[in-house]
């Protein structure tokens, strides 16, 4: 019992506050804003509580498992959770069910939570679709717009679609081997033809999730559909999430067909980075430019995962680290301008700076980071990530992406120009900040700048491995 | 032992008064930002002191050497077994000594800016970037490890190219600024090249392990940097040249010193301190740094220092006599005072009395930066009074400016080398070192002496004397000295100037470590002392009074006039190079074929992607049961891919 309460503890934390917002709705309703502080009070606390007690330990006959690195992962997702909290403060405080809101994304969290720690791919596929389907709910949530009914339907019957085919997967895995353990398997995967067969499929679930190219189709109408606060949710945290699990089933269990999947990985990422860029040029939306700059991004974790190493993992969960910060405070500071002018379009961000330099500097910082410019953090992941995926000397590829990295070095710029430099005879007007949306554009900031220059960040994540 | 904590705090509480005073200044502390940076500093200088006396007094000295101590120190960037990245301090002599006169210096200059920048419309501003460019100085000195040094320098270039381009609405100022970046960074290429060279072959970064390895001839690493040679050099004395580069860019040796006079368009109490006392210095100082392994490793390398510190010495002198504007002499002045410490590190030797040269220098860096600190700020009490920077209209400003007079003065005889005064004692050490070593560097020397006292005196009595004072028009109604916190950090620094000389250097700061008690040779001093003497007096004559004697002299000196007063077309010559030669043959050809080619290829691209991008929008139709099948075939592909062809 006891150590149930110790190895669980993250995923009984969120349970908690999943039932303590049911238990609001009781009464006669709380208020948006005091409900939202007292949302942002117990995320605080969740995210706070990851630190401690961390222990190593497998449960349910191994179909759940735990160690310090994983308590680190999902600490990472708890505090993108906890920063979605604080930005979206202006969209959250209008909206009419903010409880519902938050009850779903935590369950969506909470899957996300048990597929990290999956230690069998029943399990996995469980906590995959329970860390999907409220999602599909919180696109909805513009519940006014057509549109954002629309991306909530797009997203449901592809992740359908996709679910199947990752099921097929699993039991051709199951069929060919006799188990769907993840401590078992190792030793029985052979890569023979049936086995790719398997695997492929299975792997067409991650790039569902984690929007590879070309299995990204929805993302576009997704993305453009939902609020912002879903959006963000789906390009950072549940990504993330995705990417954690994948590495530990590309290195776990199929590290016996390590070539294979070496491959893929890489035509995939050449060609997701190059599709994404290719599309986020064009954008003029910044959810749909966000969203295809985030796809190149994909592209980019997978170079890390190609490396096949300890350092692999190290270089992407520490992206992810870095991305969350800077994903977060771009889509945060959109979101910010989107809720109080309804301005969506990069051409109207022009003369921004004129009027509202706080939220300039902070895209700004957030848009360098994304683009690795140093000395900013996303300049420290990438390098990581390119290291980590030039272990295997395949140097064309490695060329290849940081030919990708020049390119989206143009886009990105593009709107830090717009914000800038280019005259407007009317900019959006000043727009007043909400203090939470403040306080949790500076806690990016300050990880943007310093999880970069400390290197004991990196340090402290590659000490766990 | 040394307390870290308050070491740490020395280079910490400028970078906090340049976070304060550049994130809130210019909101919170519009007025009391010259208070808060001036206090802040005047802590750090006091911890410094603090530690100079704990350092030389009590904890350095073992066995009768000093130490080198590192009494902090982290690793940064760890780049292989052995080679990283670490910001730490190094505590040696030098390095103390530098701490005192970067802190003491720059509280001066705080000090005295409180009246000199009044009323300035970006007061705050100024401040901070006084306080950033007081934290990348003593970081630089502290630094253990050569790239933290690097890091340092590249630190120090940023605050002074802001600081000489702080009235950036002036052209000039900009120009100049933009100059003075590009110099040093070219400067700086070299030093990075010989960086990577000296780390390449010795396997570490860090000052103390790289010493070692690269002066004891039985080691591995040693052998093999004097094996590999290039152009007839070995790569040690190659990586050694490089370095000095760097510092010859810094320190404004010829024939990298053009950027020097120009960068006096900056605020004048910022000249004082950047480029008179301390970051011009940094070149010495990274030369004394290393000193152990040009004496011993690349005794090549050090002649070429000598040489360059020598020429360079003689060449600005010339030019300085001819200067108009004050701050250029000055600057001219500095650039010559730097020669002479550059090669006074030449001619020395390492270890014991060899080693004078060495303790000379080092002397000559402390008098120096009193004296020149105090003659710019003196120069910047009669520009606040006059509002010009020209000789001719100046004269008789002694009736207004009785403390900058005297101090003035005193500043003169001390880099004149007049005894008692300071500089006296460390020039004569320099003198005798090279007459030692090396009688043309020791002739040059002598001639830049008295040509020194020469452009001094010409400069003083031009300013305070020529004419009488009521043909003066007095630029401004109010009181000439402007106050107390002007006249404060003058007589502060004249004291140093007067009595800095009595301090037994040799007992401090000496090549190895060990102290050694320099012997005086006063017969020796008549001679440079004497040529002091006639050249103050041909300025006294000359310019004493108003009379045309200096137009017929500097007639009959004709051509060679002209050309020492344009500085011997050394700007003319780098613009002819930058512009008729890389421009032409490199530029243009880069131009056109950036233009065409690369142009061309981007917009190519652009095109393609426009197309392919038209094409493939038919993909993101935006029907779901589209995508699926777009999904299925994917996958397809994907496990046909990769079973059959691609194993």
Not at chain 2, 153 to 177: D, M, N, Q, R, T
Request: glycine share 8%; hydrophobic share 55%; aromatic share 16%.
């Amino acid at each position: 019992m006891n150590e149930f309460i110790s190895l669980m503890k993250p995923e009984l934390i969120v349970t908690f506050i999943i039932f303590v917002l049911l238990f609001t709705k009781l009464g006669k309703g709380v208020k948006n804003s005091s409900l939202l502080n007292l949302i942002q009070v117990l995320l605080l606390l969740n995210f706070a509580a990851g630190f401690f007690f961390n222990k190593e330990g497998s449960l349910f006959g191994g179909m759940y498992h735990t160690d310090t690195l994983i308590a680190v992962q999902k600490n990472i997702l708890s505090l993108g959770v906890y920063l979605i909290s604080l930005l979206f403060a202006d969209w959250f405080k209008k909206t009419e069910h903010l409880s519902e809101f938050f009850i779903l994304l935590l369950s969506a969290l909470l899957g996300m939570f048990f597929l990290i720690s999956s230690g069998n791919f029943l399990m996995f596929f469980l906590s995959l679709e329970l860390a999907t389907i409220p999602v599909a709910a919180m696109a909805n949530f513009d519940l006014h717009k057509k549109i954002s009914s629309e991306g909530a339907m797009k997203f449901i019957l592809s992740s359908a679609f996709s679910s199947g085919i990752l099921l097929f997967g699993i039991s051709l895995i199951y069929g060919a081997t006799g188990t769907i353990s993840f401590t078992e398997l190792p030793a029985l995967i052979t890569a023979s033809p049936f086995q790719i067969l398997a695997f492929v499929f299975l792997f067409t679930a991650f790039a569902f999730k984690m929007s590879i190219v070309p299995f990204h189709l929805w993302t576009a109408d997704v993305y453009e559909g939902s609020p912002m606060a879903t959006t963000s949710f789906l390009s950072v945290i549940s990504k993330g999430a995705v990417a954690f699990i994948f590495i530990t089933v590309l290195y776990k269990v199929f590290q016996p067909m390590q070539e294979v999947w070496y491959n893929m990985i890489m035509l995939l990422s050449i060609i997701t980075m190059i599709t994404g860029n290719l599309f986020a040029l064009r954008q003029q939306n910044i959810k749909r430019f966000l969203a295809f700059s985030s796809i190149a991004q994909v592209g980019f974790i997978l170079v890390g995962i190609s490396g096949n190493s300890p350092e692999g993992l190290t270089s992407v969960v520490y992206f992810v680290l870095i991305y969350v910060f800077s994903n977060l405070a771009a889509f945060g500071v959109a979101a910010t301008i989107s809720s109080n002018t309804g301005k969506e379009n990069i051409s109207d961000y022009k003369g921004f700076y004129q009027t509202n330099p706080f939220l300039t500097w902070i895209m700004a910082l957030a848009l360098f980071s994304l683009a690795g410019i140093p000395p900013t953090a996303g300049f420290f992941g990438k390098l990581f990530l390119l290291k980590s995926g030039a272990a295997n000397a395949n140097y064309l590829f490695i060329t290849i992406a940081a030919l990708n990295l020049i390119v989206s070095l143009y886009y990105y710029l593009r709107v830090i120009r717009s914000m800038f430099m280019d005259k407007n005879e009317e900019p959006i007007g000043k727009i007043k900040v909400q203090l939470s949306t403040k306080f949790g554009m500076y806690l990016c900031a300050a990880g943007i700048v310093f999880a970069g220059i400390f290197s004991w960040v990196y340090d402290y994540i590659q000490s766990l491995m | 032992m040394l307390n870290n904590t308050y070491l740490m705090l020395i280079p910490l509480l400028p970078l906090a008064g340049f976070v304060l005073l550049g994130l809130f200044g210019r909101k919170y502390f519009k007025n009391s930002s010259g208070i808060i940076g001036t206090i802040l500093l005047l802590a750090s200088a006091l911890l410094a002191i603090y530690t100079a006396y704990q350092y030389f007094f009590q904890v350095g000295k073992v066995n009768g050497f000093y130490q080198k101590i590192i009494p902090f120190q982290y690793t940064w960037l760890q780049f292989s077994e052995g080679v990283s990245i670490n910001m730490g301090a190094l505590i040696d002599p030098i390095s103390v000594m530098m701490l005192v006169v970067i802190t003491f210096v720059s509280l001066m200059v705080h000090i005295y800016s409180l009246g000199y920048m009044k009323g300035e419309e970006r007061f705050s501003t100024y401040y901070s970037f006084l306080g950033l460019f007081t934290f990348s100085m003593l970081g630089l000195v502290m630094s253990s490890n050569i790239f933290q040094i690097y890091i340092f320098w590249e630190l120090v270039g940023i605050s002074s190219f802001l600081l000489i381009g702080f009235y950036y609405e002036k052209p000039s100022a900009v120009a100049a600024c933009k100059k003075a970046f590009i110099v040093t960074r070219f400067a700086d290429l070299g030093f990075l090249i010989g960086i990577l060279i000296l780390s390449f072959y010795s396997g570490t970064l860090d000052f103390n392990t790289l010493i070692e390895r690269l002066t004891s001839p039985d080691s591995s690493q040693f052998q093999a940097a004097i094996a590999s040679s290039f152009l007839g050099m070995s790569a040690l004395t190659w990586g050694m040249v490089l370095v000095f580069m760097g510092g010859a860019g810094k320190s404004a040796m010829l024939p990298l010193h053009i950027w020097l006079p120009d960068a006096m368009e900056g605020p004048t109490p910022v000249s004082a301190l950047i480029h008179a006392a301390t970051m011009v210095v940094a070149g010495v100082y990274l030369v004394a740094r290393l000193f152990p392994v040009f004496a011993l490793s690349a005794p090549e390398a050090l002649t070429l220092v000598a040489y360059v510190g020598a020429i360079t010495a003689l060449f600005a002198a010339v030019i300085a006599c001819t200067q108009t504007d004050i701050k250029r002499v000055l600057a001219f002045s500095t650039i010559s005072q730097i020669g002479y410490m550059m090669f006074a590190l030449g001619v020395a030797g390492y270890g014991g009395e060899a080693g004078l040269g060495f303790t000379a220098s080092m002397f000559h860096l402390f008098t120096h930066a009193m004296f020149k600190a105090l003659l710019f700020l003196g120069a910047g009490s009669v520009i606040h009074f006059i509002h010009s920077n020209e000789m001719k209209d100046m004269g008789g400003l002694r009736k207004y400016l009785p403390v900058t007079h005297i101090t003035f003065l005193v500043a003169c005889l001390a880099i004149s080398g007049i005894p008692p005064f300071a500089g006296f004692f460390s020039k004569e050490e320099i003198l005798f070192a090279a007459s030692q070593h090396n009688q043309a560097v020791y002739w040059i020397g002598l001639i830049t002496s008295g040509l020194t006292a020469f452009y001094m005196f010409r400069l003083y009595f031009s300013i305070f004397w020529n004419k009488a004072p009521s043909t003066l028009e007095r630029a401004r109604g109010e009181a000439g000295e402007g106050g107390f916190v002007m006249i404060l950090p003058l007589i502060l620094l004249a004291i140093g100037a007067a009595f800095a000389g009595f301090i037994p250097f040799g007992n401090f700061v000496t090549s190895d470590g060990k102290s050694f008690e320099p012997v005086s040779h006063w017969q020796f001093s008549v001679l440079p002392v004497a040529l002091g003497l006639i050249g103050i007096f041909i300025a006294w004559r000359m310019y004493k009074k108003e009379n045309n004697l200096p137009d017929k002299i500097s007639a009959s000196f004709g051509g060679f006039y002209k050309a020492a007063y344009n500085k011997f077309y050394f700007d003319e010559l780098y613009l002819f190079i930058t512009k008729k030669i890389v421009f032409n043959l490199i530029g243009r050809p880069a131009a056109w074929f950036d233009r065409n080619v690369v142009n061309g290829l981007v917009n190519a691209t652009g095109n393609t992607t426009e197309k392919v991008s038209t094409k493939i929008k038919g993909i993101q139709s935006g029907k779901v049961q589209q995508y699926g099948l777009y999904f299925l075939v994917a996958t397809i592909t994907m496990a046909v891919l990769f079973i059959y062809w691609w194993k």
